[in-house]
């Protein structure tokens, strides 16, 4: 299996440009989670999907973050403006047992300028 | 919420030695506790994980305890290796309230040859 798959691996933008991150997860796998990780706050969980339906996204940080994902291989994180406050690694996972054993993929890191 | 405090933040050993992180977890409530390893521009990895009705598992020179009572939880590597090198995350996660892994912040691991 080609594992989660993430696009781009990096990405530099200006402050306040639209930034839209994707995200393939393993083929039968239901649930799909994204996080950020940075050096302050670490890895922290922004939003998760159960059979492409978002279920929790109390994590994501304010109405500049949305995310989608239009069907079962499919998904993405966008950021609409950008600043350089999201400048991070995002990584995407995903699972069939919930929290349980999760498969990350290699991550996009984000430089906002 | 939950609260995950890892420690130390840096651990250096000589190869064949052993090493030891320790977690500890606020919520009495939680009951899965994996761990991670993320090396050099990669995702973090799940090597191995525990659920609350178990006390200890191995796998190969990798091993967690858990301690419910004191909600605490530790990885032991024995016989390390210099491919052992990496950051680890401890994790902890409940099934009631948010279904989320909490990450610990991380302890690098460097192994000397």
């Known amino acids: 299996d080609a594992g989660v798959i993430q696009s781009p691996r990096h990405e530099v933008t200006e402050m306040g440009q639209e930034v839209t991150l994707r995200c393939k997860p393993i083929?039968?796998?239901?649930?799909l989670f994204w996080y950020r990780q940075t050096m302050m706050r670490g890895l922290e969980l922004l939003i998760y999907?159960?059979?492409?339906?978002?279920?929790?996204d109390s994590g994501m940080p304010e109405d500049r973050f949305s995310a989608k994902m239009p069907n079962a291989s499919f998904s993405t994180l966008k950021i609409q403006p950008s600043e350089p406050r999201d400048s991070a690694v995002y990584f995407c996972?995903?699972?069939?047992?919930?929290?349980?054993?999760?498969?990350f993929g290699p991550g996009t890191r984000l430089l906002v300028l | 919420g939950e609260n995950v405090e890892q420690h130390p933040s840096t651990l250096s050993v000589q190869e064949g030695d052993s090493a030891v992180i320790k977690c500890t977890y606020s919520?009495?409530?939680?009951?899965?506790f994996p761990w991670y390893k993320q090396e050099l521009g990669k995702g973090p990895q799940l090597i191995i994980d525990?659920?609350?009705?178990?006390g200890e598992k191995k796998d190969q020179r990798i091993a967690v305890t858990l301690n419910k009572t004191a909600k605490h939880f530790s990885l032991h590597i024995t016989e390390t290796q210099p491919e052992d090198s990496a950051v680890y995350f401890c994790?902890?996660?409940?099934?009631?309230?948010?279904?989320?892994?909490?990450f610990g912040s991380g302890t690098r691991l460097q192994v000397q040859p």
């Open positions: 999907f159960n059979n492409n339906v978002p279920i929790d």
């Open positions: 996972a995903s699972s069939t047992r919930g929290v349980e054993t999760q498969y």
């Open positions: 994790a902890a996660s409940s099934d009631t309230g948010r279904r989320a892994l909490t």
């Open positions: 083929s039968g796998h239901d649930y």
């Open positions: 919520d009495s409530a939680s009951n899965y």
């Open positions: 525990i659920r609350s009705n178990v």
